[in-house]
């Protein structure tokens, strides 16, 4: 079956543009996870969803960027008035189930460029 | 909070040799799960291979066995018989064991080259 998919897969904004990153999980799954990876580092944990409820919006870097769910489906992680220190890999991934005995699937990221 | 050490920046082994990639890790729980990652250039995060911290016994998948040691909290990923196709940077993360909430917490990486 398909895996998460991410679109799109390259983004250059100038900074001070909002931008727009989308994730569509597995179907099915009904957890969903935001990560950043700036370069040479490793993943950071932004959000998760658990259906279309963000319980805890504190890995948010700062209040410039939020998030939404569309039932069990598609995410969005927006980013408004972006910064250069914003560029990175955002990469999402889904489970089935929230928890860590269900393994996260992640997607090819969207690499955010900010000139 | 959590954190994960990857103490080898890059690694390089000869194809069919064994390699070790290292990795400690800081926690107050007794519970929890650790897993290795490998992310070739197309970015996409696939895992290797995870350990559950109230199991004993090392967990292994083919070509690729773990070195847990809980009391030194380290968490070591052993590769035998390395191929080209091992090439790629490997991540060491960190779960709770209730998860969700904190989602993985993740090392810097090692650069695996493998050398024909």
């Known amino acids: 079956g398909a895996g998460v998919s991410q679109s799109p897969s390259n983004k250059v904004t100038e900074k001070g543009k909002d931008v727009e990153l989308r994730c569509d999980p597995i179907?099915?799954?009904?957890?969903l996870y935001w990560y950043r990876q700036r370069l040479g580092q490793g993943l950071e944990f932004l959000i998760y969803?658990?259906?279309?409820?963000?319980?805890?919006k504190s890995g948010l870097p700062s209040d410039r960027f939020s998030a939404e769910r569309t039932g069990e489906s598609v995410s969005t992680l927006t980013i408004q008035r972006t910064q250069q220190e914003d560029s990175a890999v955002y990469l999402c991934?889904?489970?089935?189930?929230?928890?860590?005995?269900?393994?996260?699937?992640f997607g090819p990221g969207t690499r955010l460029t900010v000139t | 909070a959590q954190t994960v050490t990857q103490s080898q920046p890059e690694m390089s082994v000869q194809e069919a040799e064994t390699v070790t990639l290292s990795c400690t890790y800081d926690?107050?729980?007794?519970?929890?799960?650790l897993f290795w990652y490998k992310q070739p250039p197309s970015r996409q995060m696939i895992l290797v291979i995870r350990?559950?911290?109230?199991?004993?016994q090392n967990a292994t998948e083919n070509r690729f066995s773990v070195n847990f040691q809980k009391a030194a909290k380290s968490f070591s990923l052993k590769i035998s018989d390395s191929q080209l196709g091992d090439a790629a940077m490997y991540f060491c993360?960190?779960?709770?064991?209730?998860?969700?909430?904190?989602?993985?917490?993740f090392g810097k990486g090692t650069h695996l080259i493998i050398q024909p």
């Open positions: 991934a889904s489970s089935l189930r929230q928890g860590v005995s269900y393994e996260q699937y």
């Open positions: 179907s099915g799954h009904t957890a």
């Open positions: 969803f658990q259906g279309n409820s963000a319980p805890d």
């Open positions: 926690t107050s729980e007794s519970d929890y799960y």
């Open positions: 350990q559950e911290a109230y199991k004993q």
């Open positions: 993360a960190y779960s709770s064991r209730r998860g969700g909430a904190d989602g993985l917490t």
